[in-house]
Structure formats: structure tokens, C-alpha cells
């Protein structure tokens, strides 16, 4: 590695919070509003969201609202130039389309997320409650008696912190916990998605249509939502049954265009400029998500099937809970604090397992193709697989 270690210039943190997502800014957010030192440190984002990369997992349920509310990050949602979300349309079950409007639903319509603005709102309010930010990769942590030895990489050069507890907040990557628990994958999902934001030339028309569309089909399903940068379609299938097709973007536009009902909301698009992009999906559980001294949140502790359209509220909650349970570590009360944060995660993951289970039952027409009969025969209990 062509790196040298420069002196530590950070001083010594209670807390650093690694990643920078939505479970890290509000971990970060809420243990800074406690009063404790907290240092926030993502790899790629810095907190004006100005360079960020495209995110994706970009629908917030109307779940959202109250704990966003709570945390006073409301106004932040309402105030950018963020989509409403007006429902989903679904094919599942039957090759018709039924429709699910949030208009019934007490805390109002969700929102399809502009992510790199959502995600650097929240960590500006972070940084507003008192805690600070650096762009770097965490790298290795250790634990040195009752203290916590971070290194983080930038720009070649290397520094070392300590602290007395980190979070990892790193996401699907859980680049602190998978190296101090087991980690269990659900199944082999992955995701292509490209992200369409340019009209044909001839093209004339507008794309309106703010519900988010879903569609199975025999070797997975697709999703097509409305975001504010264009129209974002994904396919999800399992990792050995993605058609190769799938790699290059006529490719992915001509399997795109084989479904009954998604392909019509693809109409007047130009083909992405780039390949699409891929990223795993699976449901993952790190077991414990916690010991002495460090907790995971959001991704790296517990990531979701994005059926679930779960996985921001899920990031939201824990991460608040994860700086509260820090915060009462700190305090001493650690063997309390993080017995009830792992029930806290149980709760949320035998919750999801049962919906993941009730959704997929809901697709009988092809029993005999892969994708689904690994869904019928599977407990779909994460904690079967090491990851
Ligand atoms: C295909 C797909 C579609 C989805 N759609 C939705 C949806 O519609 N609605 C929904 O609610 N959820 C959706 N999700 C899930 C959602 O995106 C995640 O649950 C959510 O982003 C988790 O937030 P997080 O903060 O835990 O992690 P992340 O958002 O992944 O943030 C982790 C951060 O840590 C940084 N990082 C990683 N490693 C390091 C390191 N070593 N050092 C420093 N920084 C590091 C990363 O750069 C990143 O900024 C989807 C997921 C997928 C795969």
C-alpha cells in the first residue's frame, strides 16, 4: 500500500461514526445533540452533497414522516426538490395492475428522493447539532484495552484516532462488523438499474406518472419509479440467473421491453449513455451487531430485499437508536444498552421476514422457474447462509 502514516491531528473523538449514509448522519446527528464529541466520516460524500455519486434506494414510505418529524428533519425533506410519491401500481400475483395510493394513508404521501440531497440534509444537520465531518475511508479498526483505534485513509496518507466507541454505518459493505461477527445472506438477489434521464430527440411527451410501477416476471421482477433526475428502472433477479443481455444498455432496454406494463413507462426515453449498474440486494443480518466498544446500524447491521421499500426507514430508525444506545454505553450502562438494541433489531428483522414471506407466496404463476421456487422452498430466514 503506498501510504505513510501522518501524525494523529483529529484529537480524540467519544465517537466516530463510520459512514455517512442516512443510519450515520443520524446517529451522528443524534449523539451530537446529546453533547458528545462525534466525528462522521464517509468515503465518497462530503456534507454539501456536491460531488456525490448516484444513490440508489430512493423511495421514502410515508412511514418516514413522524420520525423525521421527531428528529425536526422534515422541513429539510419538504424543503428540497424532492417527488412526491402518489403510490404503486403492481403486476404480482396476476397479470393485471392493481393499484396502492398513499392518499388514505395518515402520514400523507412518501417521497421519491433526489438520494445525494436527501442524504447530505441530513448530514448538514449533523454538522449543525456540533459534530464533525472528514471525507475518508475508514480502514481498520482495533480494539486497544477500552479504547478504540480507528485509521482512515485519504488521498494516500494515512491517520490514526481513537475513541471510545465506533459505529459502523458503512452499509451493505459493514466494513467494521464483518470482521467481529458472522454475517447471513437471505439469497443471491442482485439488482441492474440505470438511471434514464434523457428524451429522445422526436420526443415530445412528459413522464408524470409519480406511482412507483412493479412488475414480476419469470426470472425476477422490475421496478420503474420517477425521481428527480430522470427515471430510474432495476431488475432484480438472483445473481446466476441475470441473462448476460442485461450488461450493456440496449441490452437491458430490450429485456426491459419484453414486460406487459413497465416497458410503457420507458416510452421517449433514449437508452442509458453508460452500462448498467449492479448491486447486491439480498436480505443480510450481522450476528451480533454489537460487542464492546462498536455497533452497527442501518445496512451493516440489517439490509432488506428492496421489495420491502423499507430500507431508509429502517436506516433512520436504528441509526437513532444506535446514538441513543451509544450514548447510554458511554454512560455505563453497556450490557442493558445493547441487550435491548439487539431486541430492538430482532423485532424489526422477524417483521420483515414475515412480510418478505407473505409478498412471495403472493407470486404462484411460476412455480417452476428458479427465481420463484427458491422463494417458495426458502424460510427466507437470513441466518441460514454465511455471507
Ligand atoms: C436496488 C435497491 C433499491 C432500493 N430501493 C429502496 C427504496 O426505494 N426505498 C428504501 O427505503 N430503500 C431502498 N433501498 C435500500 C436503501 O438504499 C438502504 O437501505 C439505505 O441506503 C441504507 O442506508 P445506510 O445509511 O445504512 O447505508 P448507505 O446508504 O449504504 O450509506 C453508507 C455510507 O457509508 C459510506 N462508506 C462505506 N464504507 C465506508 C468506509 N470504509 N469508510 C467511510 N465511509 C464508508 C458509503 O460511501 C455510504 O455513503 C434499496 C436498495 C437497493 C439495493
Same mark, same amino acid.
Do not use: C, I, M, Q
Given at each position: 500500500m503506498n501510504t505513510r502514516t501522518a501524525p494523529s491531528t483529529g484529537g480524540r473523538f467519544e465517537v466516530v461514526v463510520a459512514g455517512g449514509g442516512p443510519a450515520g448522519a443520524v446517529a451522528a446527528l443524534v449523539l451530537a445533540r446529546t453533547g458528545r464529541r462525534v466525528l462522521l466520516v464517509d468515503d =465518497? @460524500? *462530503?456534507?454539501? #452533497? $456536491?460531488t456525490a455519486r448516484f444513490t440508489i434506494g430512493e423511495t421514502l414510505p410515508p412511514a418516514a414522516r413522524p420520525l423525521l418529524y421527531d428528529l425536526g428533519l422534515w422541513p429539510h425533506v419538504t424543503a428540497d426538490r424532492h417527488l412526491r410519491s402518489t403510490g404503486i401500481l403492481a403486476s404480482w400475483g396476476s397479470p393485471e395492475l392493481y393499484d396502492r395510493s398513499d392518499?388514505? *394513508? &395518515?402520514?400523507g404521501h412518501g417521497r421519491h428522493l433526489d438520494r445525494a440531497r436527501f442524504d447530505a440534509s441530513l448530514r448538514s444537520a449533523a454538522l449543525a447539532a456540533g459534530a464533525e465531518f472528514r471525507r475518508a475511508t475508514v480502514v481498520r479498526h482495533h480494539t486497544r484495552g477500552s479504547e478504540q483505534q480507528i485509521l482512515l485513509r485519504r488521498e494516500g496518507t494515512v491517520e490514526e484516532l481513537l475513541c471510545d466507541w465506533v459505529v *459502523? @454505518? $458503512? #452499509? %451493505?459493505?459493514c466494513n467494521i462488523g464483518r470482521r467481529r461477527a458472522a454475517r447471513h445472506r437471505q439469497d443471491r438477489l442482485v439488482a441492474a438499474y440505470a438511471l434514464l434521464d434523457r428524451r429522445m430527440p422526436h420526443d415530445r411527451g412528459t413522464d408524470e406518472d409519480l406511482r412507483t410501477l412493479v412488475e414480476a416476471v419469470p426470472g425476477g421482477w422490475w421496478y420503474t419509479v420517477r425521481i428527480p433526475t430522470g427515471r430510474l428502472v432495476a431488475h432484480l433477479t438472483d445473481t446466476d440467473l441475470a &441473462?448476460? @443481455?442485461? %450488461?450493456t444498455p440496449t441490452g437491458f432496454l430490450a429485456h426491459a421491453a419484453r414486460t406487459l406494463h413497465l416497458r410503457t413507462r420507458l416510452e421517449g426515453y433514449a437508452p442509458p449513455p453508460a452500462a448498467p449498474r449492479w448491486t447486491a440486494a439480498h436480505g443480510l443480518r450481522l450476528s451480533?451487531? @454489537?460487542?464492546a466498544g462498536w455497533l452497527a446500524t442501518g445496512d451493516a447491521a440489517l439490509a432488506f430485499d428492496p421489495l420491502s421499500s423499507q430500507g431508509i426507514l429502517t436506516a433512520l430508525h436504528t441509526g437513532a437508536h444506535a446514538g441513543r444506545t451509544v450514548d447510554l454505553c458511554l454512560r455505563g450502562t453497556v450490557t442493558e444498552a445493547l441487550t435491548e438494541y439487539t431486541a430492538f433489531l430482532d423485532g424489526i428483522a422477524d417483521a420483515y421476514l414475515g412480510h418478505h414471506a407473505y409478498y412471495y407466496a403472493q407470486? %404462484? %404463476?411460476?412455480? $417452476? =422457474?428458479h427465481f420463484w421456487k427458491r422463494r417458495a422452498n426458502s424460510s427466507t430466514a437470513p441466518g441460514q447462509r454465511p455471507a
Open positions: =465518497h @460524500a *462530503d456534507p454539501s #452533497g $456536491t392518499v388514505l *394513508d &395518515p402520514n *459502523d @454505518a $458503512t #452499509g %451493505r459493505r &441473462p448476460p @443481455a442485461l %450488461r451480533p451487531p @454489537a460487542g407470486e %404462484r %404463476r411460476w412455480p $417452476t =422457474h
